[in-house]
């Protein structure tokens, strides 16, 4: 059963609100407006059980009421008693159509019994069509158990883009929607299984799988085997070297870090435009303080990408490291442009700019930097499978 936060505050007229024509006759008059007080005081302090009991009674006095009918379908939706909910619901719609979201309550509650196919055109015209974001994001969420109820994993990821992006920082919605993007990603994976198990690419999925797993030597395995089919195959190289430089960081044995310089070669014999493998090179060059190497490299690589934000750092860092500081200022200033949160082209900025002898602007890149430093979410940034190895600040470095 999925879990939705229901507010009852539902823009649904309660009994205070009825005509009083159709309130019950004479002595029953003060009885039913004593049930209406105590109901809705129950309901605004959340005592459901309690408002339940008084709007039951209420129905009982005024069975010809629709807004109390309505209320009690809240009610019931909010105790989990889905059936009473649709009852009313219906009871509520004969008598007064017109009362706003009872569509949207009886696709919710008809989607929790189950009833995937009555709950859909309800929960698609509530999350499509209604004003209300409260009503608009549980038609949403009830949307993606609908639609994954019905195997329209498509529309149920559809949804969730949606969902997202209406509201990027609700944790029930993450949770929710990052469940169906998992099980989307499965489902093709199986498929991808089914259909060709021992296919080029089902290698390469269960290499990538692998790598994010750190289970590297499994991940070599898997990409050595999409070598063995195709020798030339464009990216895997470059995983490999990815790989054995993760597996060189756990280990700190040589030969990994040499595999890997082997494999981002071998993959610009097959794809010479692979910015990234050319990235990968100059960086071990840098690292090895082969400044004239890496110099060259970096050179070469922003010449065809200029906007290759952590080249221009690392091509930043080589100037700095050769005592050519001066160079340093124009790739480290278009650096920040790109990417403003990057602590290290920052700290390298303040760097340059001093040794240029511009105090003023070395303070700001300074000033830029220990607020980004002192930030968790910006510093120390792990890198992801399928981003080049970032820069890192000197080990001498002071905030």
Known sequence: MMC??????????????????????????????????????????????????????????APGVAEVHATLA???????????????????????????????????????????????????????????ADTRRMCGLQLLRAYSGLGRDSDAVETALALNKLYPDDPEVLYHTGRIFGNYAYIVMM?????????????????????????????????????????????????????????????QKPEDRDSARREFQAELEVDPSNGNAAYELANMAAEDNNFDEARKRFESLIARFPDFEQALVGLGGVYLQSQEAAQAVVPLQRATRLDASDEVAWYRLAQAERAAGHPDEAQKAIQTFRTLHASSSTANKPPLANEVTPQQLDPGAQP
């Open 4 to 61: 939705i936060r229901w507010k009852l505050a539902l823009a649904l007229a309660v009994c205070s609100c009825c005509p009083r024509s159709a309130w019950p006759q004479a002595g029953n008059q003060e009885q039913a407006a004593n049930y209406a007080e105590a109901g809705q005081k129950a309901l605004a302090a959340g005592r459901y059980a309690e408002a339940r009991q008084n709007f039951e009674e209420l129905e009982k006095l």
């Open 74 to 132: 809240a009610i019931y939706f909010k105790l989990r008693e889905y059936e009473l909910a649709v009852r009313e619901v219906r009871s509520a719609q004969q008598l007064k159509p017109s009362l706003p979201r009872l569509e949207s309550l009886l696709g919710l509650s008809l989607s929790e019994l189950g009833q995937f196919q009555k709950a859909l055109p309800r929960l698609e015209k509530g999350f499509k069509q209604t004003t209300d």
């Open 191 to 251: 498929k991808l299984h089914d259909s060709a198990p021992n296919s080029i690419w089902m290698l390469q999925a269960q290499g990538e799988a692998n790598e994010a797993q750190k289970d590297y030597d499994s991940a070599l395995v898997a990409f050595n085997h999409v070598m063995a089919l195709e020798p030339r195959r464009a990216g895997i190289h470059f995983r490999m070297g990815r790989v054995y430089l993760a597996r060189f960081r756990n280990s």
